[in-house]
């Protein structure tokens, strides 16, 4: 994904009026530093520069869970995440998901196949069993996903629950109670980023 990094100038000073123009300076890939004069080209990605791609991504992701009020532990890799998921997340990550879903605590239980009242008579440090550890973690990542696509979490939460044509005239939201449904609307969001009409 690529980062651009913006500098402003100021152009054209006829008759005292002043514009403000965006200038592209540098388009970096992955922590690139800028293109070399003499080749025309960008130098090669580190693997530095991927790992601290994918640390930034596993961070995003425990931003969405709540932070380091419910994930104490920084997650670094797909092992933490297994981890995470064998041993369970509290109850109150559950309110932080269900704000970047936009949804009410009510609609976040249906998709986690759980009454309302299960869910409210939990303590806030309780921990959810794995099933349910593992949909919230799934959902976490469609989210994360579906903010770095659309641009941030006002337009994915209107999209999510938005009809669409490619979803047979029913929201995003309908389809997240199941992994199939989720891997379907992460489909969907790959397509939208590819510019595919969906």
Known sequence: MPYYLLRYRKIDRKENMTKWRIIVKNVVYLGM???SSKSGTYPKATPSSLVEEAAVQYESLRVI?????SLKKPLSGDFDLIALTRKGIQKSTLKSLALYLGVTMETLSQLLHSSYRNIQRKDDHELLDTLKTEKV???????QRG???????????EWLKSPLLSLDNKTPLHFLDTSFGIQMVTKLLGRLEQGVYS
Request: no cysteine; hydrophobic share 45%.
């Open 65 to 69: 869970l709540g932070g380091q009020k």
């Open 33 to 35: 530093k800028k293109k």
């Open 137 to 143: 973690l799934e959902l976490a990542a469609l989210a």
């Open 147 to 157: 903010i770095e696509v659309i641009g941030d979490k006002a337009s994915f939460t």
